[in-house]
């Protein structure tokens, strides 16, 4: 029984013996959001992290670092042992992934970014010095409706999008 009182628990995320849940108070204004830590298999709490700021996302556990969205700053990256906030990627936040050692960050309705986690992990690499690279695609008409959902494989992304005249279209982009 993983224990949370008083806060709603919006969302949770799986990896191996650990289970990261997402919180927020159940009364009052919205002000801070909680990141828990939980062992599943004992249902002891390990780790518990109070973030400001309002909700921006479901955060992602790539053990020891909790990933979490904000809906000001872009992504907040946490040492979650250390209770500590290695950075804060300032950037907008439609979606984002991890695939073995890269974070995708779909910013815009046709833009993904892509960092080196093991740079973004780390606080000894200053922001403004992060390898980023871009993908963009060509849009067709205007951009409205649903986000892009986004799908990263071995040597392409996948980008599913909708055109402002109700057409699905699917993106395969190579990437070398």
């Known amino acids: 029984d993983l224990v949370h009182r008083k806060y709603w628990v919006l969302g949770a995320y799986l990896e191996g013996a650990n ?3 997402l919180s927020l108070p159940a009364c009052g204004s919205v002000t801070s959001r909680e990141l ?3 062992n599943i298999l004992d249902g002891v709490c ?3 992290i109070v973030a400001a700021g309002a909700l921006g996302g479901l955060p992602v556990l790539r053990f020891p670092f909790a990933f979490l969205p904000t809906a000001s700053k872009g992504l907040e990256v946490w040492d979650l042992p250390k209770n500590e906030k290695i950075r804060s990627i300032a950037t ?3 979606s984002y992934r991890l695939k073995n050692q890269f ?10 970014k892509i960092y080196k986690l093991k740079e973004v992990t780390s606080n000894s690499v200053p922001g403004d010095k992060l390898w980023c690279r871009e993908i963009c695609w060509p849009v067709d008409g205007p951009n409205i409706g649903s986000i892009p959902k986004f799908q990263i494989e071995r040597a392409r992304a996948l980008i599913l999008t909708t055109t402002g005249n109700a057409q699905d279209v699917l993106l395969v982009i190579k990437m070398n």
């Open 103 to 112: 974070l995708y960050i779909l910013n815009k309705h046709s833009k993904l």
């Open 36 to 38: 828990k830590l939980w």
């Open 19 to 21: 289970v990261l849940t």
């Open 46 to 48: 390990a780790h518990t």
């Open 92 to 94: 907008n936040i439609f």
